[in-house]
């Protein structure tokens, strides 16, 4: 049972657009949701992170938006750059342990 | 400041054969993972344990072992590898589950 579930599995965007993640949970004990970023033979690594009392976050050019009636979360990556191409992993986390989606491969096009 | 090492990096294992892969933390973390990553599914969750002494099976525990030695390091052991197991092993650390994670390099693990 995939407690976390992340769409699209791959994304294509030119330089400057604006890609979107979608993630969306089922675990209510869950109360901290983050997103990871992985460079190829890299572990990954910490991008941003939201608890479930905002409905928005930013840093930089990353936006978590969070909808907790419909148990949804998503990443925004304002003007988009190549090197920003990397896999993206959204995750949900409770006290004891965190789990993440399937992750989503993105590519930004010079 | 190393934060999480991961040994070994490479491994090769025939059918049948057991290793250990080896992870410790220098932050003081009581948390810590193990998971494996496979194309098109993500990170799934093996192991963790959120306190020295303590272990529970994650998404995908079967034909794993694990051992909490100290508050420092996680060991992952398999049995008895089958070509299934082959995989990117990630260990990970945290103060809990519902904090930063900081990720090993991996451990990349074919059985042949």
């Known amino acids: 049972q995939q407690q976390v579930k992340q769409s699209p599995q791959s994304l294509i965007v030119q330089k400057g657009g604006i890609p979107i993640i979608n993630c969306a949970y089922e675990?209510?004990?869950?109360?901290?949701f983050p997103w990871y970023q992985q460079f190829p033979g890299k572990g990954p690594a910490l991008l941003i992170a939201?608890?479930?009392?905002?409905s928005e976050k930013k840093e930089g050019r990353f936006t978590i938006s969070f909808n907790k009636s419909a148990k949804q979360f998503s990443l925004h990556i304002m003007d988009s750059q190549p090197g920003d191409s990397a896999t993206y992993f959204c995750?949900?986390?409770?006290?004891?342990?965190?789990?993440f989606g399937t992750g989503t491969l993105l590519a930004v096009q010079p | 400041n190393a934060g999480v090492t991961q040994t070994p990096k490479f491994q090769v294992l025939k059918t049948g054969q057991s290793m250990t892969l080896q992870c410790a933390q220098d932050?003081?973390?009581?948390?810590m993972y193990w998971y494996r990553q496979d194309p098109g599914m993500g990170l799934r969750l093996i192991y963790y344990?959120?306190?020295?002494?303590?272990?529970d099976k994650g998404e995908v525990p079967n034909g794993y072992n694990v051992s909490r030695l100290n508050k420092r390091e996680f060991s992952l052991r398999l049995e008895s590898a089958a070509p299934s197991q082959t995989s990117v092993y990630f260990c990970a650390s945290s103060e809990a589950g519902n904090t930063e994670a900081f990720f090993g390099q991996g451990t990349r693990l074919t059985v042949v």
């Open positions: 932050m003081n973390h009581n948390s």
């Open positions: 995750g949900g986390g409770a006290t004891n342990k965190l789990i």
């Open positions: 939201i608890r479930p009392d905002v």
């Open positions: 675990n209510t004990a869950f109360d901290y």
């Open positions: 344990s959120a306190s020295e002494g303590t272990t």
